[in-house]
């Protein structure tokens, strides 16, 4: 039983509070007695759970090789797990379509490729708005695509392809890892540079196209480079050109689609981190400081350099207003090529 002194200690009088505080009124005391009443919370830190990362395409693909190679040292730093959730299918919005709708409170990320910004061009109707459901956490790199073909097509150079696909118009063909993918978009760039005939093959994944331009079935694949560089050191298959603006680090060899003949046909391809639109800032901060420091171990530096992988950050702030420009420069890329709004 408690003695009448630590009763008096833990639930003062306002006669005893007003001895020390003479000088405040009524008003005041009974506020204070209120406040020294209340239990005191202190609020746990971020993150004090694992963190689920959505990745919107299957295991394997580039953009979860990326993703996996980043999570561990993340996890390290943070002292929580980064649990790597893959939620493939229909072009990445599946897995948009979660994140945009998760609770906004740093337990939910989502790792994306360029094809993020090219799904409101491509799709009538989304259950979530690109623009304004993400914030941006960072760019983590940007993996050129390279132009891969069968050898037993017997085409070695670029300047061969076109050669070929203009003697047949049409006849052609190319995968892409979805309609409406930063693969297909790239791919149709290129046509139009190149002003050539060819018809998309739209697989649900990098894993997939690959199979079927290995096989034959499928003339070509703008790729990223690291489901297939194993392929091409191999001679499996032949990397015609890249398509981004520079070559390769990977590739150096390998000319950029510009270079070998088609101008205005770059693409650049990236991979980032992104998080529901209203998380907290510091939380968003606090992840692009973690992201940074995982970027810049010798680890992921090095398996980054076996997947012809560049690193690249921008701030919060820049990549949210990186991610609105390319929505527009893509639904005019969109445009321009034609392409079949899905319904």
Do not use: C
Request: proline share 7%.
């Amino acid at each position: 039983m408690q003695s009448a002194q630590s009763v008096t200690l833990l639930s003062p009088s306002r006669r005893t509070i007003s001895a020390a505080f003479g000088s405040l009124s009524v008003v005041a005391v009974a506020a204070m007695s209120a406040l020294l009443a209340l239990p005191v919370q202190a609020q746990a830190p971020y993150p004090n759970r694992p963190i689920r990362v959505v990745v919107p395409f299957a295991a394997g693909s580039t953009t979860d090789i990326i993703a996996r190679s980043i999570a561990d040292k993340m996890s390290q730093s943070l002292g929580q797990q980064l649990v790597i959730d893959n939620r493939g299918g229909a072009s990445g919005t599946i897995g948009q379509a979660i994140v945009a709708q998760a609770a906004p409170d740093g337990y939910t990320l989502m790792i994306h490729s360029s094809s993020h910004t090219v799904s409101p061009s491509t799709f009538a109707k989304l259950p979530f708005d690109v623009a304004a459901d993400f914030a941006g956490i960072s760019p983590i790199t940007t993996t050129p695509n390279v132009l891969v073909i069968a050898p037993s097509k017997n085409i070695k150079t670029l300047q061969a392809l076109l050669v070929a696909a203009r003697a047949k118009p049409g006849a052609m063909n190319f995968a892409s890892a979805g309609q409406g993918s930063a693969t297909h978009l790239n791919a149709e760039k290129f046509k139009m540079a190149a002003n050539i005939e060819a018809t998309n093959i739209p697989f649900k994944g990098s894993g997939e196209a690959v199979t079927e331009v290995l096989s034959g079935r499928v003339d070509y694949y703008f790729s990223p480079i690291a489901p297939v560089i194993g392929q091409i050191k191999e001679g499996h298959l032949l990397a015609l050109a890249v398509g981004s603006s520079r070559r390769a680090s990977a590739l150096p060899d390998v000319p950029t689609t510009s270079e070998a003949g088609v101008p205005g046909s770059e693409f650049n391809f990236w991979i980032g981190m992104m998080a529901p639109a209203k998380t907290p800032r510091d939380i968003i901060n606090r992840l692009h400081v973690e992201l940074q420091k995982a970027l810049d171990t010798p680890e992921v530096k090095e398996r980054f350099a076996k997947l012809g992988a560049d690193s690249w950050t921008l701030k919060p702030e820049q990549f949210d207003a990186y991610l609105k420009a390319e929505i527009k420069s893509n639904a005019l890329l969109v445009k321009a090529a034609g392409l079949e709004v899905q319904k």
